[in-house]
């Protein structure tokens, strides 16, 4: 190397250069050698030259660069960046200190060893080593080189063994155990027992705050591995930099400060999974928070996992059912499917995620509702609704309520999945509802914007749409070979006035396979479900509707857009024709049968036997107030009498032109029935009304009578009262002026008198 050679490479290193914008020219020149011929031609102008290296190489560089041209060195470069990246670099990358910690001072010739092994793992022949006696780690002693830690102590090897201990009974399927079988397992464990004394890498903490953990010194973090502070808290690194690592924390960070140490623990984040989680409330990292106690698991699985690839698939062809007549009949749900539920905040999106969960009773579903972002008390009344109709024997809830920190709020999606797909894997069909995504997007906002990522549209980070669709991917229906079960998915995202184009409905209704949209003008017109027909869809649900379903609601969707349109044109007209106004009966009969209270969910064969009605305008004359009763009266009179009928659509999954008409025969004569009992019911009511009325009209004439009679005695004794009270008066007046007629007689007379 020549002198300017290597004082170039000492400039290069002083300036502060960036190793990577270093590596990134290197590159740039290797991949174009016409840059470098360029650069180093003294025929070319330097204004050119400076023009090329701000258009393509790195800004940090760039003035460096501009000092070879000047100077006419840069045919320097390639043996610069090696001067540099041999000596100066790796001088500043290399580890100086150790610290060796022991209970016992080492003997030379063990002091000797530990050297050689520390100088082989830093790569400096010159470190210095620093011992530090500690008796509390009883015996052994333990290495720390830079940021790894090797631990052969007996204390360490005690912890060891203790999180074996635990690894092994967690694994047993029983949780009763006699004191034979704990013995047993204990020694199998101490036999089998082998310490690692593998390197342990160790950070410290250098900024804390809002549930968020700057850490330096781990060097070889995974996006999403789980490290634990001094304190015992958990986190997840969520952001790895050149310098540092960004982790969101599990549990409160009161008791983390700058300094603390931070341990990678090499594992993923993950959660207990097993067969007894059914019927348990969880939180977002698994733990019990209904207070019956733990939960026995069967294994332990990641909250992210990979979405089954599409070799690993089946097409949706079988039904989920939801007992719902409104989406079951138009925008049918296949096990496997995504459905979105959308709409603004109450118009009814839980409920009819509850009343699917609800139908699933004695199908073999496990169900799986995960809670994100919600009041502690909106929770609880789902739990006790689920108890009601004893649906939580089946149901996992796992609860992220609005008091906890947006990394639970964050990951409690995740881990509901990572349940759902213990149980998938099995063989079994899962429906999982995310309630809801929107807040859930909201979380991670928050943690991207804590962590200093970029804002993008509505301040949410970039990444925002692979956050849903890595979820949301994972719900699937599963080949034989595969495991053979299901996952469906139905997530809950809530809009602002109604607006469907905002980032993150826009963002799930593109990763879903069809949504189910509430409007606000329906639900508080008394339509609940308030479906939009109109803008609701499901793209792939169809192939799993049964035939016998297909066939029920052929024209159902078509009937509706036609009652809607002409509805529109009449609203303004009196004269209709009788055509006309049996299509509107026709869609207002529909929209009134499409009305469902919470609870009332129908079977298949029962749904099919409605839309059978429906069709075939059995509900179109039944007056409108009488409909919802009606079909309840039908439903249940062939649930009571024609329990044949149910029973062959249900197994047979499709009905012929006989079952129809039977159907329809059964229809109308249970129609001419229901409506002579209206008519004779009402006739009664009528009669009943009529006779009420006179009866009131009567006790009406003779309350004012009694009045009449009672204001005209009032009267006559206030007449006589003030008869009475003027003749008194009249007395007086008269007794007056006959005293006063007497007196001035007496005067006169007195005066007559006198004058004589």
């Given at each position: 190397?020549?002198?300017?050679?290597?004082?170039?490479?000492?400039?290069?290193?002083?300036?502060?250069?960036?190793?990577?914008?270093?590596?990134?020219?290197?590159?740039?020149?290797?991949?174009?050698?016409?840059?470098?011929?360029?650069?180093?031609?003294?025929?070319?102008?330097?204004?050119?030259?400076?023009?090329?290296?701000?258009?393509?190489?790195?800004?940090?560089?760039?003035?460096?660069?501009?000092?070879?041209?000047?100077?006419?060195?840069?045919?320097?470069?390639?043996?610069?960046?090696?001067?540099?990246?041999?000596?100066?670099?790796?001088?500043?990358?290399?580890i100086?200190?150790?610290?060796?910690?022991?209970?016992?001072?080492?003997?030379?010739?063990?002091?000797?060893g530990?050297?050689?092994?520390?100088?082989?793992?830093?790569?400096?022949?010159?470190?210095?080593i620093?011992?530090?006696k500690?008796?509390s780690?009883?015996?052994?002693?333990?290495?720390?080189?830079?940021?790894?830690?090797?631990?052969?102590?007996?204390?360490?090897?005690?912890?060891?063994?203790?999180?074996?201990?635990?690894?092994?009974?967690?694994?047993?399927?029983?949780?009763?155990?006699?004191?034979?079988?704990?013995?047993?397992i204990?020694?199998?464990?101490?036999?089998?027992?082998?310490?690692?004394?593998?390197?342990?890498?160790?950070?410290?903490?250098?900024?804390?705050?809002?549930?968020?953990?700057?850490?330096?010194?781990?060097?070889?973090?995974?996006?999403?591995?789980?490290?634990?502070?001094?304190c015992?808290?958990?986190?997840?690194?969520?952001?790895?930099r050149?310098?540092?690592?960004?982790?969101?924390?599990?549990?409160?960070?009161?008791?983390?400060?700058?300094?603390?140490?931070?341990?990678?623990?090499?594992?993923?984040?993950?959660?207990?999974?097993?067969?007894?989680?059914?019927?348990?409330i969880?939180?977002?990292?698994?733990?019990?928070?209904?207070?019956?106690g733990?939960?026995?698991?069967?294994g332990?699985?990641?909250?992210?996992?990979?979405?089954?690839?599409?070799?690993?698939?089946?097409?949706?062809?079988?039904?989920?059912?939801?007992?719902?007549?409104?989406?079951?009949?138009?925008?049918?749900?296949?096990?496997?499917?995504?459905?979105?539920?959308?709409g603004?905040?109450?118009?009814?999106?839980?409920?009819?995620?509850?009343?699917?969960?609800?139908?699933?009773?004695?199908?073999d579903?496990?169900c799986?509702?995960?809670?994100?972002?919600?009041?502690?008390s909106?929770?609880?009344?789902?739990?006790?609704?689920?108890?009601?109709?004893?649906?939580?024997?089946?149901?996992?809830?796992?609860?992220?309520?609005?008091?906890?920190a947006?990394?639970?709020?964050?990951?409690?999606?995740?881990?509901?999945?990572?349940i759902?797909?213990?149980f998938?894997?099995?063989?079994?069909?899962v429906?999982?509802?995310?309630?809801?995504?929107?807040?859930?997007?909201?979380?991670?906002?928050?943690?991207?914007?804590?962590?200093?990522?970029?804002?993008?549209?509505?301040a949410?980070?970039?990444?925002?749409?692979?956050?849903?669709?890595?979820?949301?991917?994972?719900?699937?229906?599963?080949?034989?070979?595969?495991?053979?079960?299901?996952?469906?998915?139905?997530?809950?995202?809530?809009?602002?006035?109604?607006?469907?184009?905002?980032?993150?409905?826009?963002?799930?209704?593109?990763?879903?396979?069809g949504?189910?949209?509430?409007?606000?003008?329906?639900?508080?017109?008394?339509?609940?479900?308030?479906?939009?027909?109109?803008?609701?869809?499901?793209?792939?649900?169809?192939?799993?509707?049964?035939?016998a379903?297909?066939?029920?609601?052929?024209?159902?969707?078509?009937?509706?857009?036609?009652?809607?349109?002409?509805?529109?044109?009449?609203?303004?007209?009196?004269?209709?024709?009788?055509?006309?106004?049996?299509?509107?009966?026709?869609?207002?009969?529909?929209?009134?049968?499409?009305?469902?209270?919470l609870?009332?969910a129908?079977?298949?064969?029962?749904?099919?036997?409605?839309?059978?009605?429906?069709?075939?305008?059995?509900?179109?004359?039944?007056?409108?107030?009488?409909?919802?009763?009606?079909?309840?009266?039908?439903?249940?009179?062939?649930?009571?009498?024609?329990?044949?009928?149910?029973?062959?659509?249900?197994?047979?999954k499709?009905?012929?032109?006989?079952?129809?008409?039977?159907?329809?025969?059964?229809?109308?004569s249970?129609?001419?029935?229901?409506?002579?009992?209206?008519?004779?019911?009402d006739?009664e009511?009528?009669?009943?009304?009529?006779?009420?009325?006179?009866?009131?009209?009567?006790?009406?004439?003779?309350?004012?009578?009694?009045?009449k009679?009672?204001?005209?005695?009032?009267?006559e004794?206030?007449?006589?009262?003030?008869?009475?009270?003027?003749?008194?008066?009249?007395?007086?007046?008269?007794?007056?002026?006959?005293?006063?007629?007497?007196?001035?007689?007496?005067?006169?007379?007195?005066?007559?008198?006198?004058?004589?």
């Amino acid at each position: 190397m020549t002198e300017a050679t290597i004082a170039y490479a000492k400039d290069l290193y002083n300036s502060g250069i960036p190793k990577d914008a270093l590596l990134q020219t290197r590159d740039i020149l290797e991949a174009v050698p016409q840059i470098k011929v360029e650069l180093c031609d003294p025929t070319v102008l330097v204004t050119k030259k400076q023009m090329v290296i701000d258009r393509i190489f790195p800004k940090e560089i760039r003035a460096f660069l501009k000092i070879l041209c000047d100077s006419n060195d840069f045919n320097l470069i390639d043996d610069i960046i090696k001067e540099y990246r041999d000596t100066f670099l790796a001088n500043s990358d290399a580890i100086n200190r150790a610290e060796l910690i022991y209970v016992t001072e080492p003997t030379e010739e063990q002091y000797d060893g530990i050297a050689a092994f520390i100088k082989k793992e830093c790569g400096n022949n010159d470190i210095e080593i620093d011992m530090t006696k500690d008796p509390s780690i009883k015996s052994g002693f333990i290495i720390k080189v830079g940021t790894k830690e090797y631990d052969w102590s007996e204390q360490g090897r005690i912890e060891q063994l203790k999180d074996k201990i635990i690894g092994d009974m967690s694994k047993l399927e029983n949780a009763s155990f006699s004191q034979e079988s704990i013995i047993s397992i204990l020694r199998t464990s101490v036999s089998e027992f082998e310490l690692e004394a593998k390197d342990k890498e160790i950070g410290i903490v250098n900024w804390v705050g809002d549930g968020i953990v700057n850490v330096d010194g781990i060097d070889h973090a995974c996006y999403g591995e789980i490290v634990i502070f001094d304190c015992g808290v958990k986190g997840m690194v969520q952001d790895v930099r050149r310098d540092e690592i960004g982790v969101i924390l599990f549990g409160g960070d009161t008791e983390i400060f700058e300094g603390s140490r931070v341990v990678r623990t090499g594992r993923m984040a993950g959660i207990p999974i097993g067969e007894k989680f059914l019927g348990r409330i969880v939180d977002a990292l698994g733990a019990p928070i209904d207070g019956k106690g733990d939960i026995e698991s069967e294994g332990y699985r990641p909250v992210e996992m990979p979405a089954p690839s599409i070799v690993d698939r089946l097409s949706v062809s079988e039904p989920m059912e939801t007992g719902i007549l409104a989406i079951d009949s138009m925008f049918p749900i296949g096990r496997g499917q995504r459905e979105l539920i959308i709409g603004d905040r109450q118009t009814g999106k839980t409920s009819i995620a509850l009343e699917t969960i609800l139908n699933q009773k004695d199908k073999d579903v496990v169900c799986v509702y995960v809670a994100i972002g919600q009041k502690a008390s909106s929770v609880a009344k789902i739990v006790n609704t689920l108890k009601a109709a004893d649906a939580l024997k089946y149901t996992v809830i796992v609860s992220a309520t609005a008091a906890d920190a947006a990394p639970l709020q964050y990951i409690a999606p995740y881990s509901g999945t990572a349940i759902a797909e213990y149980f998938m894997h099995r063989g079994q069909d899962v429906l999982i509802v995310y309630d809801d995504l929107s807040k859930h997007a909201v979380a991670y906002r928050a943690i991207s914007l804590l962590l200093e990522r970029s804002p993008g549209r509505e301040a949410y980070p970039g990444d925002v749409f692979y956050l849903h669709s890595r979820l949301l991917e994972r719900s699937a229906r599963l080949t034989p070979e595969a495991g053979g079960g299901s996952i469906t998915a139905l997530p809950i995202i809530e809009t602002q006035a109604g607006d469907v184009s905002a980032y993150i409905p826009t963002n799930v209704i593109s990763i879903t396979d069809g949504q189910i949209y509430l409007e606000s003008q329906l639900f508080f017109s008394g339509q609940r479900p308030a479906v939009n027909v109109g803008l609701s869809v499901s793209r792939v649900g169809g192939a799993a509707q049964t035939k016998a379903m297909k066939k029920a609601s052929g024209s159902i969707r078509v009937d509706l857009a036609q009652y809607r349109e002409m509805e529109v044109f009449t609203q303004f007209s009196s004269d209709l024709d009788e055509t006309t106004l049996n299509q509107l009966n026709h869609g207002r009969a529909i929209m009134e049968l499409l009305k469902q209270p919470l609870g009332t969910a129908f079977s298949m064969p029962e749904q099919v036997v409605t839309l059978v009605a429906i069709n075939n305008h059995i509900f179109t004359d039944v007056p409108i107030d009488y409909v919802l009763k009606f079909r309840m009266e039908l439903v249940n009179h062939f649930r009571n009498d024609y329990t044949d009928i149910l029973n062959t659509i249900d197994v047979q999954k499709s009905i012929d032109d006989e079952t129809v008409s039977q159907i329809l025969s059964v229809c109308e004569s249970f129609k001419k029935e229901a409506l002579e009992r209206k008519r004779i019911k009402d006739e009664e009511n009528k009669k009943l009304e009529e006779e009420r009325a006179l009866a009131e009209a009567k006790k009406r004439e003779e309350i004012i009578k009694e009045k009449k009679a009672k204001a005209a005695a009032e009267d006559e004794a206030i007449r006589a009262e003030i008869a009475a009270e003027d003749a008194k008066l009249n007395e007086e007046v008269n007794k007056e002026i006959s005293a006063e007629d007497a007196k001035e007689a007496s005067e006169s007379t007195k005066d007559d008198a006198e004058a004589k």
